[in-house]
Every structure is written in C-alpha cells, then in structure tokens.
C-alpha cells in the first residue's frame, strides 16, 4: 500500500517502507531514506538486504506491503515525476538486434522526448559513453562493460532530475569508472540528484556526498561520510616490549592494549601525548605513530556486525530438553 503525504524539500523522501513477499520473507521492514536535492546518494549493503527491492519500489516495478513518501515532491507512482527519473535497472537486458543508437531513441521515444531531441541527446550521450564508434552496431557484438555505458546513456536520454542507477558500474573497466564518476560529478554541478546502489564501496566513497547502509531490510547507518566516520577515529601507538604491567594505566588514559602497542580512540593530540609520556617513563620504545580515520568500508563492516550480533539476541532461544 503506497500512502500519500505532503510536499517535502526532498528529492527523495520514504518513510516506513515494508516489503513482504509470499513465504513471509521480509526484504524491507520498514525503511527510512531521505535524499536532498542535487547530491549523490549511495545505497549500500551485502547481497539480500534490500537494496534492489527499494529502488524497484520507487520505480513503481514492485508494489510495497506499505509505503509513506514522496519522489520529487509528489507520491510515489506519480506519473509526471516517474517521467523526470533516470533509472538504470541492475542486469537490464535489451533487445539484442537493435543498434546502439536505435535502442537510444526508442527509449527516448517511449520517454516522449522529441525526435529533433532525441537525435542529438544520442549523439552526444554515445560520445560521452566512449560508445560513438559503436553507435551503429547491433548490441548482440557488445562487451558487458559497454552494455553498461549504454545503459546508463539510456537512463540520461530525457535529461532526468533524478538519476537512480542499480550498480552502474558492474562490469566496466577501471578507465570506465572513473569517467562514470566524472559524469556524475557533472550532474551534481548541474543540480540534478543521483541515488547509486552499489556494492563496490571505494566508488560511493569518491563520490556520495551521504550514504545508507542497509542490513537485513533495515537502515543501519545513515549520513554523511564525515557522519559516520566521526566516532571511527584513532591513534594506534606501536611501542617495543611487553605493555602488560601497564594495563591500567593505559586504560586510565582511554588506551587500549594491542598486539604490538597501543590503540587510543579518538583524535585528541593531548590524550596522545600523555599516553608517550607514560610510555617514555616507563622506559617503552615508541617506534611509530599511526593517525587514523576509518574508511567507509571500516563503517559497513562494523554495521554488519552489529546487525548481526543484534539479530542473535533476538532470536528466539532454543528450549533445553531434559533428558
């Protein structure tokens, strides 16, 4: 069921969305996703956790259980709104005997673009792919990776406001990724807004201004990369010799004894130096110095753990059976 609600500054707003297929599997249980106008937003997580189902979703593919949002300002499903998206749905599959440039303007065509339009959008859109020397061969001769550069010049045929793109960069090249990124930069330049689900982590880290992390249908981290990796900082000290009788110490410092040293959470320089001076008086040798800041990667793989270790607690527990 898709509810209506009141205009919002969003680009996308979606609130409670549940998705429950037959079998009573849940793949959505209740999602909460909003994504400003004119950023890039990625949507990421492990295999089965919803990610492919939401986007079905917005994209009117599916049919939610429940759902509560708006799309560029208008309920889900609205047929205007549905005609300003650009979507690149994951596997797509086009029909093999149609040319580059055909299957552009029929796509376009079924989008209403004009033809005048549509001719010179396939022009450039090809060109823009590195696709124009192939703009009149069959697709039946084409590469995984340039399916995938057709198919997101497919999804820009009728300059979208909002781009949602379901892992556009499966099976493209290194020189191919970096000239996606390049391009969605350029929309974000241009104002338009872009949702990215991916799995490949180090991409949406390059260029998501904010990202969700969905696990198990649920959103389990959600914000900006500063957001989530502000609690993830820290010192790691790497010291010679056994720290041992030092323990408490180091834990009244907010010090964490490791293999090979020390690891203290946070960036307080202060905290640091007290922890060396404690060391140096303690006769330690301190070989290196090690600042860091977790990666996005370091974030989900923290989320999966605790979804999962929050999962096990929930489970139900298996009664004890005297013998």
């Known amino acids: 069921m898709v509810e209506l609600t009141e205009m919002t500054n969003w680009a996308v707003d979606l609130i409670g969305v549940r998705k429950r297929y037959r079998g009573g599997v849940d793949a959505l249980r209740g999602v909460n996703i909003q ?13 089965g956790a919803g990610k492919t189902t939401l986007v079905k979703i917005m994209m009117t593919v599916i049919r939610p259980t429940h759902a509560l949002g708006t799309i560029l ?3 889900i499903g609205n047929s ?11 596997s797509h599959r086009f029909p093999s005997y149609l040319t580059g440039a055909q299957l552009l303007d029929y796509y376009a065509a079924l989008a209403r673009v004009p033809r005048k339009v549509r001719k010179l959008r ?42 949602v793109l379901d892992e556009p960069t499966d099976g493209v090249d290194p020189m191919g990724r970096r000239d996606i990124r390049e391009l969605l930069l350029d929309f974000k330049k241009q104002g338009k807004t872009v ?10 880290e390059m260029v998501c201004d904010r990202v969700s992390i969905l696990v ?3 959103v389990a981290r959600q914000g900006t990369l500063k957001e989530l990796t502000e609690q993830s900082k820290e010192y790691r000290v790497m010291v010679g010799g056994d720290l041992t009788s030092m323990d408490a110490e180091i834990r009244g410092l907010g010090g964490k004894i490791t293999t090979g040293g020390v690891m203290l959470r946070g960036h307080d320089s202060q905290q640091v130096n007290a922890l060396i001076d404690l060391l140096r008086q303690n006769g330690r040798l301190i070989e ?17 753990a605790s979804a999962t ?14 013998p």
């Open 35 to 47: 994504v400003g106008q004119g950023e890039i937003f990625g949507l990421l997580g492990p295999n």
């Open 73 to 75: 300002g208008r309920p």
């Open 80 to 90: 205007r709104k549905l005609a300003r998206i650009g979507y690149l749905p994951e």
């Open 122 to 163: 396939t022009g450039e859109l090809l060109e823009r792919m590195g696709m124009d020397k192939w703009a009149n061969t069959t697709i039946s001769k084409y590469s995984k990776g340039m399916m995938q550069r057709l198919g997101l010049a497919q999804a820009l045929m009728n300059d979208p406001d909002l781009i």
């Open 195 to 204: 949702l990215i689900n991916s799995h490949l982590l180090g991409e949406l």
């Open 216 to 218: 198990d249908g649920l």
């Open 288 to 304: 290196s110095v090690e600042k860091r800041r977790f990666s996005l990667e370091d974030v989900f793989v923290k989320a999966m």
């Open 309 to 322: 270790s929050a999962s096990r607690e929930s489970a139900p527990k298996a009664k004890k059976v005297n």
